[in-house]
């Protein structure tokens, strides 16, 4: 790990010099913006410190949307390769630990996806520290912090006159080394400034999810959840729009179909979603989750469950987009504070039961 400071301008050349070896894509927004986005960068543009997390995540670079995977009859020289990924710039720590979950699914050892570790594998990423949390922001809530410490080939801090980058990889080492004329170390005072900041942004998200915290783990209030009502109350306006698993950085679920190509036929993978009603629909019709209630309880078990039980941590970065994605105003930390609420009502009435007797 070595730590740099670098002037706006240079950091621009820097964007410059990469943009060279193949494409670009930095998270920006306009001042008087809500949102950020990751657009290609242009020679000479300044890149524009957001200091929140972009509107879509990585996981559409590194998991496309809809992408060919195989053609057949074809020779074994005629597999479709993985496109080139961008390098990235300006991505937030909750993207970056969303990334350990699509690792754990699409780098696992015997099921590897080929098309999603070879981009995994070349992809550059340089991170920044979150400065301004949304009221959706819930990074904290589920054990983060708005600035990354690890995982990360560079990362940004905004301090005063450019920036202080962190590298965290041999790439990025490398990187700064090839550049480091750009570049010198960081002093003391541009250090504190980041470390204030990083405080500042943390207290911030502590005091947006203060009133969500549970006494249990979320993984707890499942277990302890026996009772449909709350369920109930919290799915009621769900459409099963299924935006809060598409713009979720962690849902990876794919749907593989055959279609005419122009030589004989192709293989797609394409996104799905396990609210749909279609999605675990088996031969003969037969679903295990016909209603609604059960796709939309599934996805919670999922996340802080089975995820857990499988591979040691919670399938979310609390990126809030689910959030923001949702046309019922559903949120993820309100569902858990009635499951609480539920488990803490059943279990005073069974101790009032148990008194009478």
Known sequence: ??????S???????LDALAEQGPVLKCGAAADSAFAAYVPHKAGEAFTYSGFRASASLKGLLFPPREKVAEYPAAPSETPEPDQPPTVVGAANCDLKALASLDAVFCEQNYADGFYAERRRKMLIITQDCTAPRSTCACAYVGLKPYPEEGFDLNLSQVSG?????TRSEKG????EAHSALAGAAKQDA???RDAKRLAALTAVY?????YKTAASRRELLRRQDADKPWLETVSTCVECAA???ACPTCHCFLLYDQKAPKAFERVKAWDACSYAGYARMAGGGTPRPLLLDRFRHRYWHKFDYFVANHGFEMCSGCGRCIEACAGKIDMRKVFK????????AESGNQKLQAGK
Do not use: H, P
């Open 1 to 6: 790990m070595s730590i740099w400071f670098i």
């Open 8 to 14: 706006e301008a240079s950091f621009t050349k820097l």
């Open 162 to 166: 450019g920036y202080v980058i962190e």
């Open 173 to 176: 080492r490398q990187l700064m």
């Open 191 to 193: 250090v504190a400034e």
């Open 207 to 211: 005091r947006i999810n203060a009133d």
């Open 244 to 246: 809060c698993l598409f």
């Open 338 to 345: 009635a499951l609480e609420s539920a488990a803490l009502t």
